[in-house]
């Protein structure tokens, strides 16, 4: 599996945020908002305006490991399940000139880091205004490296 920020490659498609909680799935077809394994809406892409994420961002490259770390290291300290997950962000879809906001539930605790959020928005951009670049999306993988790229060229 790979991931990038709020991005994560799933089979056929790509997820944006965390594929068990509340997450959009990007297929070559339609932008799917789920709620684990469930579907809560499916939008065709030509009806799709925007995508915007609000997500906490951070400009320490790697976020997710120093959480793990503390969060492991309080654990075992306290000897049980600290019950702490990651607050959940939320995504904004603007859909034939009307805007919804969704929870966005995030891989891990604290934010994610910046540049990596930057390059998922511009990715997501460039699927709604390049239509036959969506094919890509059953390749998820590869977008993920055209995420990070994206990111690169905006720091």
């Known amino acids: 599996m790979k991931?990038?920020?709020?991005?994560i490659a799933v089979p056929d498609a790509l997820a944006v945020g965390d594929p068990g909680r509340n997450h959009l799935r990007l297929t070559p077809d339609a932008v799917i908002l789920r709620e684990?394994?469930?579907?809560?809406?499916?939008v065709p892409?030509?009806?799709?305006?925007?995508i915007l994420l609000d997500v906490p961002t951070t400009r320490f490259?790697?976020?997710?490991?120093?959480?793990?770390i503390v969060l492991g290291a309080l654990t075992a300290v306290a000897l049980s399940d600290l019950g702490v997950d990651p607050d959940d962000g939320a995504v904004t879809l603007t859909v034939d000139g009307e805007s919804t906001t969704v929870p966005l539930s995030r891989h891990h605790v604290g934010g994610y880091w910046e540049p990596t959020v930057m390059g998922a928005h511009r990715l997501l951009t460039h699927l709604i205004e390049n239509p036959?670049?969506?094919?890509?999306?059953?390749?998820p993988e590869s977008l993920i490296d055209i995420a990070a790229q994206l990111a690169r060229e905006s720091v």
């Open 36 to 42: 684990g394994v469930d579907n809560r809406g499916i």
């Open 61 to 68: 490259r790697l976020p997710g490991l120093v959480g793990t």
């Open 45 to 50: 892409w030509s009806s799709v305006e925007s």
């Open 132 to 139: 036959e670049q969506r094919a890509l999306l059953a390749h």
């Open 3 to 7: 991931r990038y920020g709020p991005l």
